[in-house]
């Protein structure tokens, strides 16, 4: 019988959510967190076009393309993915979609109310909707106040761990949010597993 290790193995929290830490390195974490740094930041969009947008959302994001510099660090989030996927979800999944930088920033009072990443990103039609989300913390939790990451997937909320390197993950049609950042900058690495419509 092996012994279960919660710090090499993913746990699920009281409301449901997979946490899963010390899976990266502290290299793989500022390889990411600098390659992240140096892309073209743009104001965070919402697929739903909502005029009111700003009262949901205060993000900066970048686009991390799958290329020779992301490659390895791609390969280890997919295979987190299937292992999460197998182990928690089993879910019907085809891939994953490219990754997002996200920024929130004390100055600029970032935030992300509650919301629902299911369905199709109305910038790619083609692609399958999302079904699994998963974020991982890049920042130091010292650099910066405010800001969790709480997931509510039935009567209890989950409040994520601010671990640097933390893997979150769960089911993309649960509500979840980001409170408003009170100093610093939090980065953050969102990843989202798509496939066929649940049926």
Same mark, same amino acid.
């Given at each position: 019988?092996?012994?279960?290790?919660?710090?090499?193995?993913?746990?699920?929290?009281?409301?449901?959510?997979?946490?899963? &830490?010390?899976?990266?390195?502290?290299?793989?974490?500022?390889?990411?967190?600098?390659?992240?740094?140096?892309?073209?930041?743009?104001?965070?969009?919402?697929?739903?076009?909502?005029?009111?947008? !700003?009262?949901?959302?205060?993000?900066? &994001?970048?686009?991390?393309?799958?290329?020779?510099?992301?490659?390895?660090?791609?390969?280890?989030?997919? !295979?987190?993915?299937? /292992?999460?996927?197998?182990?928690?979800?089993?879910?019907?999944?085809?891939?994953?979609?490219?990754?997002?930088?996200?920024?929130?920033?004390?100055?600029?009072?970032? /935030?992300?109310?509650?919301?629902?990443?299911?369905?199709? !990103?109305?910038?790619?039609? !083609?692609?399958?909707? /999302?079904?699994?989300?998963?974020?991982?913390?890049?920042?130091?939790?010292?650099?910066?106040?405010?800001?969790?990451?709480?997931?509510?997937?039935?009567?209890?909320?989950?409040?994520?761990?601010?671990?640097?390197?933390?893997?979150?993950?769960?089911?993309?049609?649960?509500?979840? /949010?980001?409170?408003?950042?009170?100093?610093? &900058?939090?980065?953050?690495?969102?990843?989202?597993?798509?496939?066929?419509?649940?049926?």
């Amino acid at each position: 019988m092996s012994v279960f290790n919660p710090a090499t193995s993913p746990v699920i929290m009281s409301g449901g959510l997979i946490v899963w &830490v010390n899976l990266f390195t502290p290299a793989e974490l500022d390889a990411m967190e600098q390659y992240g740094d140096r892309l073209t930041h743009e104001k965070a969009e919402l697929s739903a076009k909502n005029t009111g947008r !700003d009262s949901i959302r205060v993000t900066k &994001v970048a686009w991390v393309m799958r290329n020779a510099q992301t490659e390895a660090f791609y390969a280890k989030v997919e !295979d987190a993915v299937l /292992r999460l996927n197998a182990q928690f979800f089993h879910y019907d999944l085809s891939g994953v979609a490219t990754f997002q930088y996200a920024l929130y920033d004390g100055a600029e009072g970032g /935030r992300f109310d509650w919301h629902k990443d299911y369905g199709k !990103d109305y910038g790619a039609p !083609d692609q399958e909707p /999302r079904k699994l989300s998963l974020s991982i913390q890049l920042s130091d939790p010292a650099k910066y106040e405010g800001c969790e990451l709480e997931v509510r997937a039935g009567n209890l909320t989950d409040v994520a761990p601010r671990t640097r390197g933390a893997v979150i993950a769960f089911p993309s049609y649960v509500l979840h /949010r980001v409170t408003p950042i009170t100093s610093g &900058v939090r980065k953050s690495l969102v990843v989202w597993a798509v496939g066929p419509e649940f049926k």
